[in-house]
């Protein structure tokens, strides 16, 4: 078998490896990939080469590519692909409002560009890499467009998109076609609730798939419907002069129909647009990322945050971890900071620039600012009013107002400063890197999204390399972590929270117990526990399980779990994308020992990924024990594979039974071999539940959650 490879640069320490799972409508093959085993390296077909040029008929463009050709009609938008083996591919059906009757096409050196005057839009098609690169340009007022629309085609099986980490999911699911699933009807923020700008389809029969790749992912949206009990999916873009979001871009491509082949496609295109971080290269410049190479990750509350507590974590032989706590009143000391590094830890501060509020008994420190920053830089709103913070308490804060004020009035770096005076040499910066950005309508401060992402971008690099204090000469780089992370932050940012879980909208509901009542209403459902006791509060240490909500809860939180963590669902998205660029993991609030039903799962999934889990520990929690004795079991079999294989790529994700439970993965050019059984059976000797991971040259070692975990 042969591996088509792109002649891109690449982070990947193993150049040589071939990057394989897309087609990239590149090359017109047979697929060699089943139901039972997602097969990740296309064929090419023999001999395949580009038609001489660009055909316009009936109405119509033929763009050719290696290997075949597209065609897009204007008067539609209906896309397809046709193979040199004869097969014809959707890439879109025709948008469910025609944006008008085109003025062209006319024909250009590798597409065509035409218009619709009635809807002030400018569209242009062209081959790219590869790809079929389509934009669309508004020409006249603000307007929406509809396209495309994707899975469609009768031969479409599964949906991919990359709600966190990353879902597959069949699109004649009954589960997922029905409201239990929580996806019909839900449009989705592609810059804010996708962790990739991508999406993408696989065909039955092994015939492939498509990719779909939106870089101008601010103003995008992509909508769930069923129709006929079917799943397909349809992106809508908003064309607005005041939020700079002019223009939309969609890049199409053919793939060998690897449910992970859309993360490949974006990997690629990171790489070829000079926007693939690279974690060697980051612990090149900073040497204490390697500290975060077979490290969990834990938020330390109490007694935790004292040398006393390190020590007892080195004792149970805890080699590796990142160690977080509040930026509250009672902060890591500079000798307990200092045992943590002695220990072979990384130590940092939680904190976030994003809110602020007036100063009062019940407010976050990270809330109050000096002098007038509250509410003189608070987000407004189009209608005049402040953007509300978070739970609705003061304000957003415009990171445009701190830019602009940061040649006189240092306000980041004063805050930064006295929080890593105790020797922190980490830090994690709450929503700076996670989508959810802002138009600031303040005269004084104007911003629109795609500059407060600017904003973001620059403050975290100025963290990350140090020059974030400009009154000294001394640099004082941070291993620099963030919520969520988007991938566009993946060349700043060493670590992340949150991308590691496929949030379920409905999740809010169980963490604040308002499942059908007001956020400013009593709750109606406590089961998931508050911030009390102060040393282990309840939302962070207390289990839960279905049984522990209100009867009149339980199916929603069962189906919610079931969305986030059944792994027959599951695929590494973000992995196949951003493994080797920063280190991943679940969010912080979702800790290891919250779920206890969904522990083994996660635990293998956390193996299987090669990523870590996330822990809270306090001496007050009555669990600590037991939550201390799991995370040295784990992380001891954890710790050589990620030392292993965390800088390397992912370049393979395969289903080895037709059910999907047992699954395989391969880092680097197979550096690292995994296989995770999440079923109850035993297959080809590894027990259901169980994982063997396998070094290259070694033997495979296993590792059996259910015999850690209790």
Not at 138 to 158: F, I, K, M, N, R
Not at 299 to 309: E, H, L, M, N
């Amino acid at each position: 078998m042969h591996t088509a490879i792109r002649n891109t640069p690449s982070a990947e320490p193993s150049r040589r490896y071939a990057r394989q799972t897309v087609l990239a409508l590149a090359i017109a093959t047979a697929f060699t990939a089943t139901t039972a085993e997602a097969a990740t390296a296309p064929v090419p077909a023999a001999g395949a080469t580009a038609p001489a040029e660009v055909r316009i008929h009936d109405g119509r463009v033929d763009i050719p590519l290696p290997g075949g050709t597209v065609t897009v009609d204007p008067a539609t938008l209906k896309t397809e692909a046709r193979t040199r083996d004869g097969r014809t591919v959707l890439l879109s059906a025709p948008a469910p409002q025609a944006p008008g009757k085109p003025a062209g096409p006319i024909r250009t050196k590798r597409g065509a560009t035409w218009s619709y005057p009635g809807k002030g839009l400018k569209a242009e098609a062209r081959a790219d890499h590869g790809r079929l690169l389509v934009t669309f340009t508004a020409t006249g007022g603000d307007t929406s467009l509809q396209w495309p629309v994707t899975a469609t085609d009768p031969a479409v099986e599964a949906l991919q998109f990359p709600r966190g980490e990353g879902l597959s999911v069949p699109v004649a699911d009954p589960f997922w076609n029905s409201a239990d699933g929580g996806l019909v009807g839900e449009e989705q923020d592609i810059s804010s609730q996708f962790s990739l700008p991508v999406w993408g389809h696989t065909l039955r029969s092994g015939h492939g798939g498509v990719s779909y790749i939106t870089p101008t992912d601010i103003g995008s949206s992509l909508t769930f419907a069923s129709r006929g009990g079917r799943l397909r999916a349809t992106a809508r873009h908003e064309f607005s002069r005041r939020q700079d979001t002019r223009v939309y871009t969609v890049a199409l491509s053919l793939t060998d129909g690897s449910p992970v082949a859309p993360a490949v496609d974006y990997r690629n295109w990171l790489s070829e647009h000079g926007q693939l971080g690279s974690l060697s290269e980051k612990i090149r410049k900073n040497p204490a990322t390697g500290r975060l190479l077979g490290a969990f990750h834990a938020y330390a509350w109490g007694g935790a945050r004292r040398a006393s507590y390190v020590k007892r974590l080195k004792d149970l032989g805890v080699s590796r971890l990142w160690l977080g706590y509040d930026s509250d009143d009672t902060p890591m000391k500079k000798a307990d900071a200092d045992a943590a590094k002695a220990a072979g830890y990384l130590v940092g501060p939680y904190d976030s620039f994003a809110d602020g509020q007036r100063k009062t008994p019940e407010s976050s420190p990270n809330t109050i600012w000096p002098d007038d920053v509250y509410p003189t830089f608070c987000v407004q709103r189009a209608d005049g009013t402040p953007q509300p913070g978070f739970r609705k308490k003061g304000c957003y804060l415009s990171s445009q107002a701190f830019e602009q004020a940061e040649p006189v009035k240092h306000y980041l770096a004063d805050r930064t400063r006295p929080l890593v005076a105790n020797g922190a040499d980490s830090y994690f910066l709450d929503v700076d890197a996670a989508g959810e950005l802002f138009r600031d309508f303040d005269p004084k401060h104007p911003m629109t999204k795609a500059q407060d992402r600017t904003n973001r971008l620059a403050r975290m690099k100025r963290l990350a390399d140090g020059t974030y204090d400009p009154t000294t000469k001394k640099r004082n780089p941070l291993v620099l972590g963030s919520e969520s992370a988007s991938a566009w932050a993946n060349q700043v940012l060493a670590f992340e929270h949150g991308a590691g879980t496929p949030v379920d909208g409905r999740l809010w509901g169980m963490e604040t117990g308002h499942f059908d009542s007001r956020p400013e209403d009593p709750k109606d459902d406590d089961a998931w526990g508050g911030y009390m006791p102060e040393d282990a509060a309840a939302t962070f240490f207390k289990p839960v399980r279905v049984g522990d909500f209100k009867p009149e809860h339980r199916a929603a939180v069962a189906h919610t779990l079931k969305a986030m963590y059944d792994p027959a669902y599951r695929v590494p998205l973000y992995g196949t994308a951003l493994h080797g660029s920063l280190v991943n993991a679940e969010r912080w609030e979702l800790p290891f020992g919250k779920l206890p039903d969904q522990k083994r799962d996660r635990a293998l999934l956390a193996m299987l990924y090669n990523t870590p889990l996330n822990f809270v520990l306090s001496d007050k929690d009555k669990r600590d024990r037991q939550n201390l004795r799991e995370l040295a079991a784990l992380q001891k079999y954890f710790a050589p594979l990620h030392q292993a294989a965390g800088t390397r790529q992912l370049t393979s994700f395969r289903w080895l039974t037709g059910d999907h439970l047992v699954q395989r993965t391969v880092f680097g050019d197979g550096t690292l071999t995994v296989t995770a059984n999440f079923g109850t059976k035993a297959h080809e000797g590894l027990p259901g539940g169980c994982v063997d991971a396998r070094l290259r040259g070694k033997t495979a070692q296993r590792l059996c959650p259910g015999k850690v975990i209790s």
